[in-house]
């Protein structure tokens, strides 16, 4: 069986395909993942096959005056403009793969095109806090309208990554998290330290941060009895850190979450699933599109702490480190995700649609 992998052209949204991806390559099936720029760079990585559809894509030139604060204006207007530049080579690249099924993420509707347009069956990958469905109908239009065509069939199945328990009933198939992107750790990192430890980490997407959320937890470190971490610093932190605050470049958030009491962030969905994963607290600063939603939904389940925009407080970390609730429902959650069907079952189920 071949399989075409679809994703936008942004890590971020590529990584949390790649555990299926590898499952169904690990099970002979062909296949090769569409998409561009980092997401092509992190798949390629991880020992995949990748079709770059568009060398020269500029994320920031399309992002650029675009409003993201809403998550459907950041779908329609921003997303929806991604996939109507990349539909043609999307549907070239499955004209010449000829795949028997196509997998899609829900911010990558030009690959539910594609497959609609060669009558390929398309399981929709959910990826995301919010509900595909609803992301796929905000993102197509751009595309469809450019097509002069009406509307998409329904993909033949929706994997499900997130439980009930985070998100509510949602029909499609089930599948347990599993880490997209698994490296080795510094050896100071794979050690639980003395003090709790919290993980601090920003967006991978330039431009689209949390302002100065690093900097405004560094102006409170000092004065939390904890270790703090800071993944990839941002720019314009104080030359002399707090001794409790270390750095450290690009690093597997699953690798060194276990060892983590808490973790802030800016809300991506992928670093909130990660994080429930792991079974740890979080503190959400969000940032524009999704992560607001998110930050309220990480809130509302009881999981973690919306901060505000500014940054977190030495009372928002206080409470991350030693607010037994929040880790006995993050611990729950985390027992959700790890009883649910591993990549390899749907794997298996994937690949009942080509017969």
Known sequence: MRVLVVSAPLSGHVLPLLPLARALAEADHEILIATAADAATAARKQGLPVEDIAPDFDFAAIARGVALRHPWAAANKLFGTINAKLVDAVRDVTETFRPDVVVVEPLAVAGLIAAAGHGVPAVRHETNLLDGAELVQATAGPALRRLAIDRLPDPAAVIQVLPPSVVGPRPGWAMRYEPPAPAPLPSWLTETPALPRILVSRSTVAGSGNGNMMKALVAVAGSIDAEFVLVRPEPGLPPELPDNVRTIGWVSLDAVLPTCTGIVHHGGAGTVQA???????QLVVPGPGDRRHNAELV???????????????????QRLITDDELRRVSVRIQDDLAIRPSPKDVAVQVATLAS
């Open 275 to 281: 994080a429930l994963a792991a079974g740890v607290p």
């Open 299 to 317: 809130a509302e389940i009881g999981a973690g702490i919306s901060a505000p925009l500014k940054g977190p407080s030495a009372e928002h970390l």
